[in-house]
């Protein structure tokens, strides 16, 4: 798996959660990278999104609430998730922006109280 994340679980409404990606450097340094999600009976979207630049994107429904980053020495993008609500259970995955990779098995998050 080229793309793996982790960090997921289940979470009260208003808590934080972090999601990290680890890639391999090919991966990691030439491409965007992107968080996505995908809730049962929807589509897979597209929530947040990172450039080789750290130019960031973030969907209209998260905006102020995640934060997405990337650490170029560890080859890794993180996901801070605070005040979550429960439309933001999902399986979340990451993946490069375009042309995407082959999709790993997500991290579960569970927002619940």
């Known amino acids: 798996v080229q793309l793996q994340a982790s960090g997921g679980g289940l979470v009260q409404p208003g808590g934080s959660l972090r999601l990290s990606c680890a890639a391999s450097e090919s991966i990691f340094s030439r491409n965007a990278l992107g968080w996505y999600r995908q809730a049962p009976g929807e589509q897979r979207e597209l929530v947040a999104s990172?450039?080789?630049?750290?130019?960031?994107w973030y969907v209209e429904s998260v905006k102020g609430r995640f934060t997405i980053s990337r650490d170029n020495a560890k080859n890794t993008v993180y996901l801070q998730m605070n005040n979550l609500k429960p439309d933001d259970t999902a399986v979340y995955y990451c993946?490069?922006?375009?042309?995407?990779?082959?999709w790993g098995q997500g991290t579960q998050v569970t927002v619940s109280s």
């Open positions: 993946n490069r922006v375009g042309v995407w990779l082959a």
């Open positions: 990172i450039t080789s630049g750290s130019y960031t």
